[in-house]
């Protein structure tokens, strides 16, 4: 075909020809496996973390901790990264202990399946209005949701 504006319907094309992109690959996360303990803990934080975000931020936040447990900075279990000493408030402040609502369990699941890929590469997020650290504002923004920025 020399002309691609001079396709017929029911035209018949053969190409044997590779189509590359020059957009850089991006690779897929790790397929985790979690408990339903595990998805329980995640959507605890992800309440408390994110309880008035949208759902997009919800998941965005579930994203940070299993793009964590995928990293060689940090440690390899959802329970491990939530409870590394001063990572989040809601450990510190109990919030963790309180169960999860729908919402939060939904953005789990999502972000286990069809969303994981909402926030790649982000391992922080932050709310700048409220957090009393800094140090954040130095990393690249990967994303913003709602009040939340998130951080490589």
Do not use: M
Not at 19 to 47: G, M
């Amino acid at each position: 075909i020399s002309n691609l504006n001079l396709i017929y319907p029911g035209q018949e094309i053969n190409t044997n020809k590779t189509i590359r992109s020059n957009e850089p690959k991006i690779e897929e996360p790790v397929n985790l496996s979690l408990s339903n303990q595990e998805i329980d803990l995640l959507a605890r934080l992800v309440r408390a973390e994110a309880q008035t975000e949208p759902l997009e931020g919800k998941i965005a936040v579930a994203c940070v901790v299993l793009n964590r447990v995928e990293s060689p900075q940090f440690p390899d279990t959802i329970k491990e990264v939530i409870y590394a000493p001063g990572q989040f408030q809601p450990v510190q402040n109990g919030e963790i202990n309180k169960p999860a609502d729908e919402e939060s369990i939904q953005a789990v699941q999502a972000a286990l399946k069809e969303h994981r890929q909402l926030a790649p590469g982000s391992l922080f997020f932050y709310n700048p209005a409220i957090a009393t650290s800094r140090w954040l504002d130095t990393r690249e923004t990967t994303l913003v949701i709602g009040q939340h920025v998130f951080k490589k």
